[in-house]
Every structure is written in C-alpha cells, then in structure tokens.
T-cell receptor
Framework: EAQVTQNPRYLITVTGKKLTVTCSQN?????MSWYRQDPGLGLRQIYY???????DKGDVPEGYKVSRKEKRNFPLILESPSPNQTSLYFC?????????????FGDGTRLSIL | GIQVEQSPPDLILQEGANSTLRCNFS?????LQWFHQNPWGQLINLFY???GTKQNGRLSATTVATERYSLLYISSSQTTDSGVYFC?????????????FGKGTLLTVNP
C-alpha cells in the first residue's frame, strides 16, 4: 500500500530535549516536505527536499533541521525544542518531476513541548 | 511570498445543500491544489488545478488563473463532507518549490 509513515504519532516532551520525527514513504517519490499546522494559521511549510541531499527552506524553518540521506526518508529534527513548537506536524511526498501532482500526506504527529 | 486567502472561514449547511468555497491568491501560480482535512485530521488531496475546470463526483473546481482565484463546488453535501478545506498554491519559477496554504474553510454539514 502506498503510504507516508510518520513516527511518533504523539509525543510529549520538555524544552531543550532534542527530538526527531521520522518520515518514510514507499512510493519512490523525490519531493518530500514538512508542514506544521496551528489553529487559525492553516498549514505552513517548514522545509522541503527535491531529492537526496537537496533541501530548502519553507516559510517557517527557524528551530528545525532536516536531512535527506536516502530517498525514502526525510526526518525532522528539533535540536532544542521550545513550547512555541508545540503543533501538529505533517510530512508529505510527491514525484519531483511532477511537483505539480498531488501530494500524499502522512497521518500527522502531534508534538507537545512543555 | 504568495498570499492565499480563503472564504468563507466557516460554513454550516444542511445535508443536501450546495456550497462554493473560494481561494484568492496574490501572484501567478503554476501549482494549485485543494485538500480536505477530515475530522480525524487526515489530509486528502481533492484536485490539482492550476487552471481550468475539473470534476470528481459531487465535487468540482475551477481556477481562473488570470484573475487569481479558484472555486471549489460541493453539491448535494453529505455529513461526510464535514471538515476543513484548504487551498495550496505555488510557483516554481526561480527553482522555488514552496507550497503556501490558505487558512482553510471549516465546513459543517448537519443531518
């Protein structure tokens, strides 16, 4: 089954404790992206990657890091999480040659940073 | 960056009614997509429609790129249509592959 898998689905942690949210897709897609969703703000893009070792900033990259060492994986790293990063996070993927094609989303990761 | 405005922010319908959701954007785009987020939080792509008209069952969408807006039509609404509808746009000129989302329209369909 074609899917984008995020882990964990839920996490409560404390300020400053480094965490990683993993994202994996099994569709051989080149384009992958991270979004955060906050009430009243819709979804905002954090980072995206057009292919292995190619990443670029979205609209709200501050406080986040990403890496793309393998095509299927695109982890989101919070080196020193802060309460303002409490949010619902989504990973998405699509074929890069067809960036214009619909994006497939994971089921989301709800992070709470105390 | 591109600004995206969606209207109305909230919409309440009785089952069977029709509705039109609007997405205005501030610049030319070559990527426009409509998404539905169901009450369980899952995001489902409805249409990729940077221009023209598409239909899928009870849903259809029209984008008038020259006037910088897109419309999503829902006919004979059902309770399962409830959720938030997002419009997302992008322009890959300059090798910029960002997608910008609107704040969404919250649709509630009552039985």
């Amino acid at each position: 089954e074609a899917q984008v898998t995020q882990n964990p689905r839920y996490l409560i942690t404390v300020t400053g404790k480094k965490l990683t949210v993993t994202c994996s897709q099994n569709m051989n897609h080149e384009y992958m992206s991270w979004y955060r969703q906050d009430p009243g703000l819709g979804l905002r893009q954090i980072y995206y990657s057009m292919n292995v070792e190619v990443t670029d900033k979205g609209d709200v990259p501050e406080g986040y890091k990403v890496s793309r060492k393998e095509k299927r994986n695109f982890p989101l790293i919070l080196e020193s999480p802060s309460p303002n990063q409490t949010s619902l996070y989504f990973c998405a993927s699509s074929p890069a040659g067809q960036w214009f094609q619909p994006q497939h989303f994971g089921d989301g990761t709800r992070l709470s940073i105390l | 960056g591109i600004q995206v405005e969606q209207s109305p922010p909230d919409l309440i319908l009785q089952e069977g009614a029709n509705s039109t959701l609007r997405c205005n954007f501030s610049d030319s785009v070559n990527n426009l997509q409509w998404f539905h987020q169901n009450p369980w939080g899952q995001l489902i792509n409805l249409f990729y429609i940077p221009s023209g008209t598409k239909q899928n069952g009870r849903l259809s969408a029209t984008t008038v790129a020259t006037e910088r807006y897109s419309l999503l039509y829902i006919s004979s609404s059902q309770t399962t249509d409830s959720g938030v509808y997002f419009c997302a746009v992008g322009n890959s000129g300059g090798s910029n592959y960002k997608l910008t989302f609107g704040k969404g329209t919250l649709l509630t369909v009552n039985p």
